[in-house]
């Protein structure tokens, strides 16, 4: 396994200077650097090459982040907008190939945050974006990229809500490069168990977020989690990927808006003790999951 957190954990918005970024990281005991997917549409090949060579040169993977917006739902009763979105993540994927980065993971199979839910047609929308997934895998099979699809909880989606429905939706895409990511906030509010829905997933799992059951970064909140226990679970699937923290604890900007962030949960924190609390959150993740 390898560790890292998303991009977004020093500022208020969804953006970042991605060089300082990444050595910051790096410095902070972090294997991985989850970027944002959208972002790498904005960014000249220049611009590409520089992330590509600063992560190379400090040993860490991109792994690319998606939250779709609502014109490209793969599940829109708008073919237009389906065709938008197959058009948009291939692209995307595009993109990651030119940074190396292998694993483009999030709710790709719809948009978010959701804010139509249309419950009465699930099956018809599952029907929409498997068709849309299953376009958008033969260039990930092509560029040999994992898109890895993240089961989100109850309020901020409906189309795919736990393991056992992620599973479903992956075998019915029937893709090698399509695979769960599991994240343990949301797992916390839908699992009945949460090493117990790692082990469900067992081979199709392509990526683990991992935060508190308030987004605090794991190991601030103690005992609301099993880490040791999902530590075991992992190891017992044989899983070796990428393990990213998703913290959001600071309130204020768009970052604070979109996630809900109403109280400071960083109690007070500066720049440096943000840090601190980075470092002894990968050390921490590292001596619960690798046993």
């Avoid at 393990?243 to 962030?261: N, Q, R, T, W």
Wanted: charged letters at 30%.
């Amino acid at each position: 396994m390898k560790f890292g957190a998303l991009y977004s954990y020093w500022g208020h918005e969804w953006k970042c200077d991605y060089i300082e970024t990444a050595k910051r990281m790096h410095a902070c005991g972090c294997e991985v650097l989850e970027v944002g997917a959208p972002h790498l549409l904005d960014m000249t090949d220049e611009q590409l090459k520089e992330l590509k060579d600063t992560c190379d040169g400090l040993g860490m993977e991109i792994t690319s982040n998606i939250g779709p917006a609502e014109e490209y739902d793969l599940a829109s009763e708008d073919p237009a907008v389906r065709a938008n979105g197959v058009k948009y993540l291939t692209d995307i994927l595009r993109a990651m190939a030119k940074i190396g980065s292998k694993s483009l993971v999030g709710a790709m199979y719809s948009y978010w945050p959701c804010k139509n839910f249309k419950y009465d047609d699930k099956e018809g929308a599952w029907e929409r974006s498997i068709e849309g997934m299953k376009e958008v895998a033969k260039v990930a099979e092509e560029l040999d990229i994992e898109c890895c699809l993240e089961v989100l909880n109850r309020f901020e989606t409906y189309i795919m809500t736990n393991c056992e429905e992620a599973v479903e939706y992956c075998k019915r895409v029937g893709s090698k490069n399509v695979n769960i990511l599991l994240d343990t906030f949301h797992m916390n509010i839908e699992e009945d168990n949460l090493p117990d829905a790692i082990r469900k997933a067992g081979p199709l799992l392509g990526h683990f977020h991992v935060g508190e059951g308030n987004r605090k970064l794991p190991g601030m909140s103690k005992g609301s989690m099993p880490w040791a226990e999902m530590g075991e679970a992992l190891r017992e699937i044989g899983y070796n990927k990428a393990v990213v923290a998703e913290p959001f604890m600071l309130p204020g900007g768009s970052v604070g808006a979109d996630i809900k962030v109403w109280r400071d949960l960083s109690n007070g924190a500066d720049g440096a003790q943000m840090d601190k609390y980075l470092i002894e959150s990968m050390a921490f993740l590292k001596e619960k999951f690798n046993g």
